[in-house]
Every structure is written in structure tokens, then in C-alpha cells.
């Protein structure tokens, strides 16, 4: 890949812009549906509203249900990060496109340009390309002149009618937007990516070369009842090396490293640089190792130019770093607006600041725990500070005049709403029911009570490096005596000592002991984290040889703890078909189906996606599959490919097929949902129909989405505090279009826990929404590697765990005989 790239025509870098275009509104979803609360029958609800509030709903996708909320459990208060836009001014909008001869890229530039016609043009907002006023101008298409500074350069800028924005239009919406932006660059805020960032504030980390800045995500929105401004404090990670300061030292180690090169782009390809010169942000796609800053490209008036010289003149930029490989970024901009697909952002390495944080970093437990005294706020803290955001934007005098122009009042007082908590879940072991309390935990109650389902385990191998025979042994009797307490029998294993802890002494070994003895599992203990070593262990015994695999560090080994015993108990017995515990689902035939994907980490061209379906009433037993496809392949074709193989597998085991489906699909951007609404979920009903004929079975689709601004704070005596596990906000703040909801299923004890919203895109399986939520946070519970909730429900988990595996260590398929274990843990 690193040598294969598309040829385009390669363009000097161009600021990202907000394009306002007006989007239609989301298809309808289904039939408004009502139920009744006692009996849960279903029954079609007549549509009684007049005809005007049938026009005025015509575009509105309808609800399955009169509403889409629950009712179940514990009503609570509740503040979110929401603050509520008291007034604003029934706003009849012109739209108006905007474009500069010649051509200009610099949106501060642009704004520049047209400012110097305020008197011609009077009030407007102006994101870059689109200009919007409240008057209508006349003629609908007319020039002016502007004088471009330093060099006095005369700019015509034509101005030309598009559109009328009424009140509720979409678009209506993005100005909102728009002035806020303009609004938050008064407060002396950097606009980095879409958020703003405070460099006045930002915080040293000397010792890691790293910069902290602090931010906002913010965004206006049209909510259940009301338009409301969503704010959410973020930090940016700024690192304190270019580009090209990473890749000298990755080249200083030429000489002992021949895959210098390699190493380099697999770091930086995929990662987002921030350019010295304009704080705009790239995501890096390529590297082309054969241009550099001295290399010329072709300009629009067929002239040719150095990237040396371009920078000089655009941005008075020296370059001092001599040869150095330039970085392609595809120009996104280009291909949303023209549909040009080959237009390429060159960029050189020296100007390019390295932004987030690496892998290498996450595992740098000081580095992390130094960020997170800045990072992880507390729920007090996050509301103080959203509320003195939201009065430094009521107070500084440039951001009061220009709501004040747009008569829009926003108020600093965080939106209140109440919310429901649900009844801690009951836990199943063998022998006795039990739940996780408030903190949804029940690790005491699992380490001395039977596991649900115990596999049978007749012969097991420790692979070891023989320096650490004696501390593997007396590991391997603790991790009995871990299992012995959860009712789950491990006898002694065949301890295989190896001459040392390579690869290749580990891949031999492999390869002689599964000849030999044919184990049901095999430990390997690795003397360091390397990640060549265990992705070696992994498609050795994933993909050739198709062995359940348990790899443990050493030094976890050597600490000998029993708690780390118990979590490898519980693993070993889940990947040889145990499970540990259950939550009781009681609709019967039921096939719950988890889908992820991840990209593969040398080639990212190829991407995995990973299904994760339940294969029984108690939804312990699972199927897996996954598919890989390349970027730019219709990932939903794959998708129906895995739900047909996991139909089958399901009657295979059952005899029949199941009665009902729910599929948990994360992995899903807010601007995909549309495309997947009109393709996954068509070819699953399409899937559906080979094995069911025309009649089909009932499904439900649900998009799940963990990064999300929202938060919400319980108010008590104390403070505001985070929420119970179980608690679900089903109003007030959720989308007035959509079937969704939030649902806090996880207990943290630093920071503010952080919510995941659902989506019901498809649904005809009809489930009241209470039966639907409380379906969710069941799966919560579901996820064997943590006794505890997780944010997502177990088979969507599952399917990350599935896909990330692939992802980074196998890169191909796993072997079709390991399909019906958990395997993956």
C-alpha cells in the first residue's frame, strides 16, 4: 500500500470551510403504531391531527409508537449540558453563494474581502462560502471589487442568490450555528477542527513534550420541544514535535532498522496533523516518498511552482528541514462540493504539528495518569465550567452585540428534565440470583459462587520461556484455585518450558505441541507487550490451527495476584463455550446480532467487519463471522453475508429459525445513518426473505453511538453526582424525528460517566419502547470480560473485541472452526 496511491492532481493545502447546504429531512422510518401498557398488544393508531398539522408534519419521520417514551422505573431529576435558547426572531433568510477572482483560500482573508462592502451589504453571516442576510438583494447576482492586503490586489468577489430560508427549514438551524461560531471567536478562542480551543489557557506538560488545551464542543439544535445549545468541554492534545521531527528519528535508526520507513508510515498514515500556519487539521491518507518541498506541482494556470516557493509567498513560511517525504491528505472539501475525487492536499512534514495521542502514549500509565487529573472532570467541576462558558459568551461585549443584532437570547442555566432509573438487573450463577447494587459490580458475589455454565476442560498447555518455570507454576495453581471457587474444574496443565521468549521459539513450539497433544487451550506467557509476538500467537492458533488461545504477560505472572487469576478463569471458560453468568431475557427465540468494524493496521485500505450473534434463549451461546472489504466496497453487502451465515448456523443448532431479530450496530457516523437505513437495513430484510420467504420475521435496527457530547448530572445534597447505571432520558433533549434514547449504563468513580444514544432506524418488531430499553441495559450486563455493566450492549462489545483482533494482530479472516466460541476474549 505504502507504494500504491492514487494520482490527482495535487493541490496546495485549502482551509476546510462549513458548507450550508440544505438537507432533506430523513425518510420516514414506520407506521405510527400505538400499544397498550397492560396487555403489550399493538394496535394501529388513527391519525386524528387536522390537515395543517399534517402539513406541518409531512417531512417528519413517524414514531412506531404515540411516544417513544417509557415508563418504567424510578423517576429522577436531571440536569444536561444543554442550555435552552430562550428567543430568537422568526427569521425569513436569503442564502447567497460567494466566490473570489482569483480564487482565495484563507477564510479570514475572505471574511477580510467582503467586509469591506458592509455598507452595501448591511448585517450577514458568512461561513467561508455561503452569505446570509435578512434582506434580499437586488440585482440577485452582482460583483464587487475588494482590495486584497499586502500587495493591493484587486479581488472581484461575486455574490449570487441561491435560496430562501424560511423558519423550521433545516438551514435554518446551521445559521443558528454559524452566528455562534461567530460568537465564540469574540471570547479569543482557536477554531481547531470543528471546536474551539483556548491557547491563553492551555496547560504544560513539559515533561511528555505535550500541550493541553483546553476547549468546547458546541453545537445548536432543534430538540424534543424547544432549540437548544449543546456544550461539552473538550481538551486537544498538542504535541510538541512536527511531523518531520518523527520522521528524523525514525531515519536515525536506519541503520539497525531497515523497515525505518515503514514504521513511519504506519504511524502517521491515518493519524491528524495541525498546520503551523492556518490551525486547520488534516487527517493524512498517504505519504509520497518520492516529493519533497523542492518538487514542483502544476497551478491552475498551467505555471508550475515548489512547494518551497508556495509556502513562502501564501503564507510567508520558510522551509529550513531539507529532504523530507510530503504528506497527502485527501481534500474532503473538494469532493463534497465539486465530487472531485482526486484532488489531493499535499503538505510538508516540517509544518505539521502531530496531534492526540499514540498508542505508545495510552500505554504510558504516567503519561495517562498525569492527563488525567486535567481530563477527567467531575461532575461539579464540568458544570461550573459550563456555566462560566456560557456567561463569559453573555458578558464579553462583541459576542452580547452580535446576539443582540440576530435578537437572540440564550440563557446560562442548564437544561432540566427528568429521567428514569431502572431497577438494578438480576444476575444468575448456577445456583443462586444476586444484582450489582447501585455501582452495577458484582465481582464479590462472582468469585465464590458457581459460574452459570462451566466448559469441561480434558487437557491444557503452558507455553513459558524455562527461566520462569517456577513462578508459571505456582500461577497456574492459583488460576485453578481461582476456577475451583467458580465451580470450574482446571487440572494441571502440561508445562512446556522453551529455550527463550521469541517469536520463532514460540511458533515452533506452537506447531510441535498442537501435533503432539491436540490441547483444548493453550497459555502462552510472553516475557514483554510486543506486539509482533502476540499477533504471531494469534494467527498461528486463530487462523492456522484454530485453538483456543490465552496469552498472559509475564510480569502478571509474576504478581501472582489472584484477582488478575479470576479474570483469566473467567476468560479461559468462556473461550472453551462456559459462560459466568446470566441475565434473563425473556422473550424466547430471539436472535440478538452485535456488528463493529475496525481497519486493518498495515493496510488501511482494508477494513473488518465483525457480527456477533446469540445462538440461544439464554444468549450464552454465539456465533462470529467476519468479513473484510476494502475502502470504498459496499460494506453492507458484507453485513448481509454474516447475518445469512448466522441464520443458518442458528437453525443448525436450534432446527428452527429464530422468531425475531435485534441488531446492535455501532461503528456508525451521524452522516452515514441515512446510508445505512437505506442499504443494510434493505439487504437484511433482503437476507431475511431467502430464509423466510416473503413473510420475513420482525426486526428492530438499532444505531449505536458512543461518542456523543451529551452528559447529565444528578442534583443531591452533595452536588450534582452521575447518574445510576440504568438510568434512561427519553425526552426533553432527545431528537424530535427519531426514535431514540439515552441510556447511562455504566458506573464510574472518576470523571463524569459518559451516556451512549440509541436509535431505533427500523422496527418491526415492535417493541414498546420500556420493553426496548430495558432490553438494552440488559446486554449491558452481558459482556464476560468485566463483572460489571459496560457502555454497550455485550454482543455489539463482543463484535468490537471481534473486529479490533482482526483488525490489528490477525489481518484476514479467523478459521471457521473456532466460530461458536468466544474465542476472541
Not at 631 to 659: C, D, M, Q, W
Request: aromatic content about 8%.
Amino acid at each position: 500500500m505504502e507504494n500504491s496511491r492514487s494520482r490527482g492532481r495535487s493541490r496546495p493545502p485549502q482551509p476546510q470551510t462549513n458548507v450550508s447546504q440544505q438537507r432533506a429531512p430523513r425518510p420516514p422510518i414506520c407506521g405510527l403504531l400505538s400499544y397498550d401498557t397492560d396487555q403489550l398488544k399493538l394496535v394501529k393508531n388513527e391519525d386524528n391531527q387536522s390537515q395543517s398539522n399534517k402539513t406541518e408534519q409531512k417531512n417528519k419521520p413517524r414514531m412506531q409508537f404515540d411516544t417513544k417514551q417509557g415508563t418504567s422505573g424510578q423517576p429522577i431529576k436531571l440536569l444536561a449540558n444543554y442550555f435552552p435558547i430562550t428567543s430568537y426572531t422568526n427569521w425569513c433568510l436569503y442564502q447567497y453563494r460567494v466566490d473570489f477572482n482569483p480564487e482565495e483560500d484563507r477564510i479570514s482573508t475572505k471574511r477580510g474581502l467582503i467586509a469591506q462592502h458592509r455598507e452595501r451589504l448591511g448585517g450577514y453571516l458568512f461561513d467561508g462560502t455561503m452569505l446570509f442576510s435578512g434582506k434580499r438583494f437586488d440585482p440577485a447576482t452582482f460583483e464587487l471589487a475588494s482590495t486584497r492586503r499586502p500587495d493591493d490586489q484587486i479581488v472581484i468577489v461575486t455574490v449570487k442568490f441561491t435560496n430562501v430560508i424560511e423558519t423550521g427549514d433545516y438551514a435554518n438551524i446551521q445559521v443558528f450555528n454559524l452566528l455562534l461560531r461567530n460568537c465564540l471567536r469574540h471570547l479569543k478562542l482557536t477554531m481547531i477542527g470543528r471546536n474551539f480551543y483556548d491557547p491563553e489557557a492551555k496547560i504544560d506538560m513539559a515533561q511528555h513534550k505535550l500541550q493541553l488545551w483546553p476547549g468546547y464542543e458546541t453545537t445548536i439544535g432543534r430538540y424534543e420541544d424547544n432549540i437548544l445549545l449543546c456544550a461539552e468541554i473538550s481538551t486537544k492534545v498538542m504535541r510538541q514535535e512536527t511531523v518531520l521531527d518523527f520522521f528524523k528519528q525514525c531515519a536515525a535508526d536506519r541503520n539497525r532498522n531497515k523497515d525505518w520507513m515503514i514504521n513511519f508510515k504506519s504511524v502517521i498514515i491515518g493519524t491528524t496533523v495541525m498546520t503551523k500556519y492556518n490551525n486547520e487539521t488534516y487527517r493524512i491518507d498517504d505519504i509520497d516518498e518520492n516529493s519533497e518541498p523542492n518538487s514542483e506541482f502544476k497551478k491552475k494556470d498551467g505555471t508550475k511552482m515548489t512547494y518551497m516557493q508556495y509556502y513562502k509567498e501564501k503564507w510567508n513560511m520558510t522551509i529550513r528541514g531539507g529532504r523530507q517525504p510530503m504528506l497527502i491528505s485527501k481534500n474532503k472539501k473538494s469532493i463534497r462540493r465539486f465530487g472531485v475525487e482526486d484532488t489531493l492536499v499535499y503538505l510538508v512534514p516540517e509544518l505539521c504539528i502531530m496531534t492526540g495521542i499514540t498508542d505508545a502514549m495510552r500505554n504510558n500509565f504516567t503519561l495517562m495518569k498525569d492527563m488525567a487529573i486535567h481530563t477527567r472532570v467531575n461532575p461539579k467541576e464540568r458544570m461550573d465550567r459550563l456555566t462560566n462558558f456560557a456567561n463569559r459568551l453573555l458578558s464579553t461585549p462583541d459576542s452580547v452585540t452580535e446576539l443582540k443584532r440576530w435578537n437572540l437570547t440564550l440563557s446560562n442555566k442548564l437544561v432540566e428534565l427528568t429521567g428514569r432509573t431502572l431497577q438494578p438487573e438480576s444476575i444468575q450463577s448456577r445456583t443462586k440470583g444476586y444484582n450489582g447494587g447501585e455501582e452495577a459490580d458484582w465481582t464479590k458475589h462472582l468469585r465464590t459462587l458457581p459460574m452459570f455454565v462451566s466448559a469441561t476442560v480434558k487437557h491444557w498447555v503452558i507455553l513459558a520461556p524455562k527461566d520462569n518455570c517456577a513462578e508459571v507454576y505456582t500461577f497456574a495453581k492459583n488460576l485453578s484455585k481461582a476456577g475451583q471457587g467458580m465451580s470450574f474444574v482446571l487440572p494441571r496443565p502440561d508445562l512446556c518450558p522453551m529455550a527463550d521468549g521469541k517469536s520463532s521459539t514460540f511458533l515452533s513450539e506452537l506447531e510441535r505441541v498442537i501435533n503432539e497433544s491436540n490441547p483444548s487451550l493453550i497459555l502462552c506467557v510472553i516475557p514483554s507487550a510486543r506486539g509482533d509476538i502476540y499477533s504471531m500467537i494469534k494467527r498461528k492458533l486463530c487462523i492456522d490451527r484454530a485453538v483456543p488461545s490465552q496469552v498472559v504477560l509475564l510480569k502478571n505472572v509474576q504478581k501472582n495476584n489472584m484477582s488478575v487469576c479470576t479474570k483469566i478463569a473467567i476468560q479461559i471458560n468462556c473461550k472453551l463455550g462456559g459462560a459466568p453468568w446470566l441475565v434473563t431475557i425473556p422473550k424466547k427465540g430471539m436472535m440478538i446480532v452485535g456488528f463493529d468494524v475496525c481497519h486493518d493496521s498495515q493496510r488501511k485500505n482494508i477494513s473488518f467487519g465483525a457480527l456477533v450473534s446469540t445462538m440461544n434463549d439464554s444468549h450464552t451461546s454465539y456465533f462470529s463471522c467476519v468479513e473484510p472489504h476494502e475502502s470504498g466496497e459496499e460494506l453492507s453487502v458484507h453485513f448481509a453475508t454474516g447475518i445469512s451465515k448466522a441464520l443458518s448456523k442458528y437453525r443448525n443448532k436450534n432446527g428452527t429459525l429464530p422468531t425475531s431479530i435485534v441488531v446492535y450496530r455501532d461503528g456508525v457516523g451521524e452522516g452515514q445513518i441515512s446510508q445505512v437505513h437505506k442499504t443494510e437495513v434493505r439487504l437484511l430484510q433482503t437476507a431475511c426473505e431467502q430464509f423466510y420467504g416473503p413473510s420475513s420475521v420482525p426486526f428492530a435496527f438499532v444505531i449505536v453511538t458512543k461518542r456523543i457530547s451529551s452528559r447529565f448530572f444528578a442534583p443531591s445534597k452533595r452536588g450534582p453526582e452521575n447518574p445510576q447505571p440504568g438510568t434512561i432520558i427519553d425526552s426533553v433533549v432527545t431528537d424530535p424525528t427519531k426514535y431514540d434514547f439515552f441510556l447511562v449504563s455504566q458506573h464510574v468513580r472518576q470523571g463524569t460517566v459518559t451516556p451512549t444514544h440509541y436509535q431505533v432506524i427500523e422496527d418491526t418488531l415492535r417493541l414498546p419502547p420500556d420493553i426496548m430499553q430495558r432490553l438494552t441495559f440488559k446486554l449491558t450486563h452481558m459482556y464476560y470480560n468485566w463483572s460489571g455493566t459496560v457502555r454497550v450492549p455485550a454482543p455489539c462489545q463482543l463484535a468490537h473485541k471481534l473486529a479490533f483482533l482482526t483488525g490489528q494482530s490477525l489481518r484476514r479472516s479467523p478459521n471457521v472452526e473456532l466460530d461458536e466460541l468466544l474465542y476472541f476474549l
